[in-house]
């Protein structure tokens, strides 16, 4: 079934209304067919839900943005920047604790001193990345910090075994030993150097099952609980440094430094990934109000809350989101907003594609929900530029939260398989007329569409103007990439384009 339909308001488009184009056409017998089982085509409100977005007498909301706070942006390369200028500290730390180099040995161990240092400080750099920092979430994203904390691991288990390597071969020139034998010494005479090679090998069996190959084959809660070993490894290796690390020991001022460095992570971790969480929850009271079927495979969870405006939750933000049932409140799932927050309700809508998923259905209204969040960086900047919103399958959940509030003009495209796939059809098409935007289908395979449906020239011709826009794009790993190089085919700049991926 292949359809490529357009449901749009005659004002803006006017004159790519009335122009032909393979888009308009709707081919197969089931194109334009409302997906949707009738029982489900009440409305959320006919069935006793609330409908976040919408305002008390039921219209779509007015297209407003919340303000973003200033203060609660920092910027990619500012924090590079902080990251690298203390690389730079530590290594001027091991400078000035170390007076001469001499010979290979003392070469070999200062190298290894300042390997070791880096990586002390780079896993306190990492976990500060995880800890959920507001500045961090909202100027930098979610899914980008992920990513640095990946690519950062990497780096880190590098770091750690070249340390070890190298402080072993340089002890052993310097003291006119083998190998072995030295590290027999440190193993068996130094219990902190024992501690810190258990940390090692911790570190490394991490970063082993991190890697991609061995993490797609691992559950993902079987990786994150492994993962979680990270801070027992640091808290092993910690003391080794101050008493084995010539930087530190004559060096009272570096080792409170260092301690504090370590204290504010562990005090900024608990704090918002424990603390805060609960806090919260016990302010806002979320509960589970009603769960709602969008079509094969999809629901609608309605989270209530009191004081739920104090969030400054944004369209394009995510929560993760704990529900207190017996199966379920051991894990929390990231799910974004589908729509607009309410004051008092919140709605997330999950395509059910493993355990957690599918058992949202079964939740029943009344569970107590500990929800973190929000976060993410994906959310609308004022720059005045109109608007494309580009959706991938259950991609289109932040962005169908996104396109009932953007103000200025919007657009869009939502991808999907079949016509089955399409959420929220009846939502788009009333939002689309509520606020004169255009909608665009793309259903179906390339095949049966004869063609890449975002395709630089079909994105040209489907958004007059596209290269002055900002896009947002939201959906399948490999479906934001295809979009984000058809963007920048098509003349789009690279900084106007946004996305987020449901994977970290
Ligand atoms: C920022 C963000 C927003 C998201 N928003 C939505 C949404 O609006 N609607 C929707 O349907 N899906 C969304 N997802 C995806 C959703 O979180 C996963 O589909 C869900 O957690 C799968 O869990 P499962 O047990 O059902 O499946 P599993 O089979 O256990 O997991 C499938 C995949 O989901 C990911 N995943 C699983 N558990 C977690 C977790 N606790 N934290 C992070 N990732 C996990 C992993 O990549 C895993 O390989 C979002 C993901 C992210 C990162």
Redesign the pocket.
Known sequence: MTSLTRRSVPDRHAGADASPGPWQETRGPGAGRNPVAPQDRRSPRDQGIPHPGRSPHGRVGPPSVPDKKDYERVSARGVLTVIALGAAAVIALWWYSTPDVSGLGGWATGAGEILGLLAGYGVVVLVALMARLPPLERGIG??QLARWHAMGGRYIVSLVVAHGLLIVWGYALEAHTTVASETATLLTQYPDVLMATVAGFLLLGVGIISMRAVRRRV???TW?YLHLYTYLAIALAFSHQFAVGQSFINNLAARFWWSAMYLTVAVLVLWYRVAVPLRASARHEYKVIGVKSEGPG?ISVYIGGKHLDELSAEPGQ?F?WRFLTRSLWW??????L?AAPGTDVLR???????????ALSRLRPGTRVIAEGP??AFTAGQSGRGVLLLAGG?GI??LRAMFSTLPGPVTLIYRASSEQDIVFREELDAIAAARGATVYYLVGSRAEIGGDPLSPKMLRSLVPGLEQQEAYVCGPPGMISAAVEALRAAGMPRRQIHF?????
């Open positions: 979610t899914d559950r993902y809660e994150y999809v995510f993760r894990s929390s799932h990231p799910y974004s589908s997330i809508t999950a395509k059910d594609i493993g355990d957690h998923s599918r976060y993410g259950v959940t932040p987020e991926s449901f994977e970290f």
